[in-house]
């Protein structure tokens, strides 16, 4: 099956900081990512649609500026946090369609546990 | 854009006895409709999908229904396990998808 790689999986940074996540499916091309936020013990709420080539598409609420995404190719897309301040600190997680399956199943990453103190 | 509703947000039952979880969704644009379990701190997992064409799909001791008129679908959990212990979310998919709250489901042994 399509395997979608996140990394780091876990990460501790300072209040301040800028902290990259990669994400990249392994087996398959993925020309739509999907960047999902996730604070304990609730849902998993999207923060932006990611689509090779071009920018991000950012739900409402979410800062633009503070969580940039890159999707240079069609298989790692990359979310950075900028100055990062603990509360942003949550479960990331990462998501891909196989383009070559259609548009339908999502293909999950492990996820990045951030904490920011 | 879309919205999805999951209830209940805990649910717990004997082992044995069966479960189920509803969903409505509010675009009628939406076409596929998975189900995940996720237990904490992993990735969620599918464990079962339907989509807008077909009314209801059953994989061994899991079914989902869908009645697409009223925006409606559920998971059905038959002789449920301890192990089946997780949290469940579904999730409507059309450009993009978006989940459910989420629900607990306990298994007491």
């Known amino acids: 099956g399509a395997v979608v790689s996140q990394h780091p999986s876990w990460v501790i940074c300072k209040s301040g900081t800028s902290v990259k996540i990669e994400c990249r499916s392994l087996?398959?091309?993925?020309?739509?990512m999907f960047w999902y936020r996730q604070f304990p013990k609730q849902s998993l709420m999207l923060m932006a649609t990611s689509n090779e080539g071009s920018k991000a598409t950012y739900e409402q609420g979410v800062e633009k500026d503070k969580f940039l995404i890159n999707h240079a190719s069609l298989t790692l897309s990359t979310l950075t946090v900028t100055s990062a301040h603990p509360e942003d600190s949550s479960f990331y997680i990462c998501?891909?369609?196989?383009?070559?399956?259609?548009?339908?199943?999502?293909?999950f990453g492990s996820g990045t546990q951030l904490s920011v103190l | 854009g879309e919205n999805v509703e999951q209830h209940p947000s805990t649910l717990s039952v004997q082992e044995g006895d069966s479960a189920v979880i509803k969903c409505t969704y509010s675009?009628?644009?939406?076409?596929?409709f998975p189900w995940y379990k996720q237990e904490l701190g992993k990735r969620p997992q599918l464990i079962i999908d339907?989509?807008?064409?077909?009314g209801e799909k059953k994989d061994q001791r899991i079914a989902v229904t869908l009645n697409k008129t009223a925006k409606h679908f559920s998971l059905h959990i038959t002789e449920t396990q301890p192990e089946d212990s997780a949290v469940y979310f579904c999730?409507?998919?059309?450009?993009?998808?978006?989940f459910g709250a989420g629900t607990r489901l306990t298994v007491k042994p």
């Open positions: 675009d009628s644009a939406s076409n596929y």
């Open positions: 999730a409507a998919s059309g450009d993009d998808m978006r």
């Open positions: 339907i989509r807008s064409n077909v």
């Open positions: 087996d398959f091309q993925a020309t739509t």
């Open positions: 998501s891909a369609r196989d383009a070559g399956q259609g548009n339908e199943k999502l293909f």
